[in-house]
């Protein structure tokens, strides 16, 4: 019997001319550095520490093959060999530590924030202000030549291969799917002539870099939009893909303007891998499966079952650089798991910030002095107030650094506000995150007491060095009249406590919390969430799972209707969730549409009686006939203790909530915990 933890996914992979340690790639990921000053170097870093992680084969983010393709004007390109040069140092790193890396080459096509971008067609994207033109024939014969050059210039700089993107609704996904390539000469028309662009690219860049370089196609195996590429188009596509020479076809799932979630919370683990292994049946290269695979053993399992042949993990590689390693020696506990929750990463991606992650803040910042777990020059006795996301980090990141940490949580659980989030369908990775702290304050000695309300006094008489206040937040009451009227919950007595509640329900506060609080509402306990059933997903989104309608779209989502009558009201005009991150609250908006869940903006709240809620809308009076009244309008520190204990003379700091109530979120806090650590 194997002492292997994970037999199938930590086994070797013989492509031929190399052997890979085992079977996980880290993903392609832009995270922001790549055009930074001096961010190559910091890039160099960010994938060096996951190749001494363990991490088979790294993709690098996406370089541009021409000024027409870049990403947006400026972005990181690889034209010349000069260019070549300054990549090289990437490809350095990851060798020095034992581990392989490719470069991704992309041309965005229509996606390209860009004036100059050029597609197959004149076709505007939705999520884009800039109209493309449609190539000549000659800039596309020029566009295949720009694909291998780059292979080679990639070859040239010390990297192992290439990952040619062909997928997420980029320039080549683009020329494959109808809807973007209308063209009527040789490059377009009939599915033989569009599929003879990325052929070409694969076959030239083959023929550039010698038979001794890894060629990985990334291949869009689900458009998840009308008129994408048909289920035979994109096996017939992997297997010319095989025959012009690539090494590996990896996965892509769904464009950029589709609007069903793929890489979200709420998208269940693995839930794509069903189209993965189509294009697994039908070739002889190995297949990498993608999306929502974030724990070793969902990886093993795809692995064991034979729907591909590696996984290709990105954001989970953002949460723990050392998942492999970690996972090859039974640490599993140990590993800090991807949640899915975008907010550190594609959320800043995608509003020009350098991506890091939520539950690991040194991600992304593993050269700057304040993200160094160093051990602390003068050991100290810290006492930690509260055990939510803010004070277990910084009780766990003190502890790394030596000092000896006391943990005080009144509750009979460690987690504070992930313990509300875990509860709502499609949240349920946040109980990852809390496992994981459980390991660490373990692995780190720190002495926790659950149930327990420490005073002044004690922590006087501890003899603490330093007291850290991560006591988090409280509701926030808004001034209605009636707001004491015992049909007035807060999400705090739902998700918290579990108090009952009726049929008829509306919620005041249309933010994260009260979107939170609705699905939690609208879901029916007796049906299976949507985050861990894929098929129940597949329906609620109108993913076609037998693939039989085109780009994989049914015709007809079938939702789960709305367990309760739920009204969302709001006192601004603007869209529901509209402080929420971009990558996300669209499919957060979508979900409660299509569950038949009202929303009522612009709203001033009159008063709460036994009838329900009154309201003025529009200078008209407006009455909800509802059971209950869900207060979900933000919270306010809870400082009590901090008040208490600034006479006492012990050294404090707030932290987390407790900080500050405005705009909470996790991120924020997470990252106050770890960075206070470092500096005690």
């Known amino acids: 019997m194997s002492t292997t933890p994970y037999p199938n996914l930590l086994a070797p992979l013989d492509l031929g001319f190399v052997t890979l340690p085992n079977r996980v790639i880290m993903g392609s990921m ?241 839930a794509f891998a069903w189209a993965t292994a189509l294009v697994k049946q039908a070739v002889h290269i190995p297949v990498v499966a993608s999306n929502r695979i974030n724990t070793p053993e969902v990886a093993e399992q795809l692995i064991a079952d034979g729907l591909c042949d590696m996984v290709s993990m990105a954001r989970p590689m953002l949460a723990d650089a050392d998942f492999v390693v970690k996972a090859a020696t039974h640490r599993r506990a140990e590993i800090n798991i991807c949640i899915a929750c975008n907010q550190a990463c594609l959320d800043h991606t995608f509003s020009g910030k350098a991506a890091s992650c939520l539950v690991n803040p040194r991600a992304g910042r593993e050269t700057e002095a304040a993200y160094q777990i160093t051990p602390a020059h003068q050991l100290k006795k810290i006492a930690v107030v509260g055990a939510g996301p803010a004070g277990l980090m910084a009780a766990v990141t003190a502890a790394q650094r030596g000092h000896q940490v006391s943990l005080y949580e009144t509750k009979s659980e460690i987690g504070g506000q992930f313990n509300l989030a875990k509860k709502v369908p499609g949240k349920e990775e946040y109980a990852e995150t809390i496992r994981y702290f459980a390991s660490q304050l373990a692995r780190y000695q720190v002495k926790l007491y659950l149930n327990k309300s420490v005073t002044v006094d004690e922590l006087v008489q501890g003899g603490y060095d330093h007291v850290i206040i991560a006591s988090g937040v409280v509701p926030r009451m808004p001034e209605i009249h009636g707001i004491d009227h015992p049909m007035v919950l807060t999400y705090q007595d739902i998700l918290g406590a579990g108090k009952p509640v009726g049929n008829r329900v509306a919620i005041i506060g249309g933010g994260g919390i009260g979107i939170d609080t609705a699905e939690f509402l609208a879901h029916d306990p007796a049906t299976p969430s949507t985050g861990l059933d894929i098929d129940a997903f597949c329906a609620e989104w109108g993913i076609d799972r037998q693939f039989e309608a085109r780009g994989g779209v049914a015709h007809h989502p079938q939702p789960h209707p709305s367990f309760r009558q739920i009204s969302i009201v709001q006192r601004s005009n603007k869209k529901l969730g509209d402080n929420l991150g971009k990558t996300t609250v669209w499919a957060h908006r979508r979900a409660l549409e299509i569950r038949g869940i009202d929303v009522i903006s612009g709203a001033e709240y009159v008063a709460i009686d036994d009838s329900g809620l009154h309201l003025m809308v529009g200078n008209k009076p407006q009455h909800l006939a509802v059971d209950n009244v869900v207060i979900c309008v933000g919270q306010e520190p809870h400082r009590d203790l901090y008040h208490k204990i600034q006479s006492s003379g012990l050294k404090v700091d707030l932290i987390g909530g407790a900080e500050s109530a405005t705009k909470l979120d996790a991120k924020r806090a997470i990252d106050q915990g770890f960075r206070l650590a470092t500096t005690l």
């Open 30 to 270: 832009h995270i922001g550095l790549e055009e930074a000053p001096k961010g190559l170097e910091r890039l160099a870093e960010f994938y060096a520490e996951r190749a001494r992680g363990g991490t088979a084969l790294i993709v690098t983010g996406g370089v541009g093959v021409s000024d027409t393709g870049a990403l947006a004007m400026g972005a990181r390109k690889i034209t010349t060999e000069a260019e070549a040069e300054a990549l090289s140092i990437l490809a350095k790193r990851v060798h020095e530590d034992g581990g392989r890396i490719l470069l991704q080459l992309i041309h965005a096509g229509r996606y390209a924030y860009n004036p100059k971008q050029a597609a197959p067609s004149a076709i505007q994207a939705p999520i884009n202000p800039f109209k493309p033109r449609a190539m000549s024939s000659d800039e596309v014969v020029q566009t295949i030549a720009d694909f291998a050059e780059a292979a080679r210039l990639a070859q040239l700089a010390g990297f192992d291969g290439v990952e040619i993107m062909g997928s997420e609704g980029y320039l080549i996904n683009q020329w494959m799917a109808v809807r973007t390539n209308q063209r009527e000469d040789d490059w377009g028309g009939s599915f033989e002539k569009r599929m003879r662009f990325p052929v070409e690219i694969v076959r030239q860049a083959r023929a550039k870099t010698g038979p001794n370089f890894i060629i990985m196609y990334r291949e869009s195996m689900l458009d998840l939009l009308a008129d994408g590429n048909s289920r035979d188009e994109v096996i017939r596509l992997g297997q010319a893909i095989e025959a012009a020479g690539a090494t590996l076809i990896n996965t892509g799932i769904g464009w950029h303007e589709a609007r069903i979630p793929t890489i979200a919370t709420r998208v269940p683990r693995a």
